[in-house]
């Protein structure tokens, strides 16, 4: 089973619906036990990182979110994988989780449209098994005001926007994170989902 944690702050119902029309066993939970007897976990988000920390903090799962990520396959969506990093920059210095190495700042690229909102393609980096099946000319479906900075090694796919956004995020064992919302992102995106389901 598939545990998306529900804390108040994610798309939860669009990741239920392709996890179930993938097939996929999936639950909405949000009380430790159920993260801990999950064969992987999901943390959606949307809104912004204090906020969605505080959240998180406040339903006490931080610690289990923490532990569990280090034995499961875990997947971070959209602001769901910005928390994943060590700190946030939105309004404020925030602490993240701290499951992968890096932070999180406003994307300031000159002449370009902020949120980057709408369809880009991936662009492979580095292998991971999120990618198997995955083209060189497939494209996924962002909406976001602020990007990851880390390190390269760590990223599996980026897009072009303004210069090199991380896309996809991967610690070389459980930990992936994804910038873009793969439950919006058609065929490519539900091939990812399906590549994560896979890992159970």
Known sequence: MIAIVDY???NIFSVKNALDYLGLESELVSDNDKIKS???VILPGVGAFPAAMSMLEKSGLVDTIKEESAKKPF???CLGMQLIFEKGYEFEECDGLGLISGSVHKMEEKDLIIPHMGWNKL???NDCPL?????DDEYVYFVHSYK???EDRNISAYCEYGGRVPA???DGKYVYGA????EKSGETGLKILKNFGGLI
């Open 8 to 10: 108040g702050a994610g």
């Open 38 to 40: 999950a064969d992987a």
């Open 75 to 77: 997947l971070g969506i």
């Open 123 to 125: 662009e492979k980096l």
């Open 131 to 135: 990618l198997e099946n995955i083209g």
């Open 148 to 150: 990851a900075y880390c």
């Open 168 to 170: 996809l995020v991967y």
């Open 179 to 182: 910038q873009f919302h793969p």
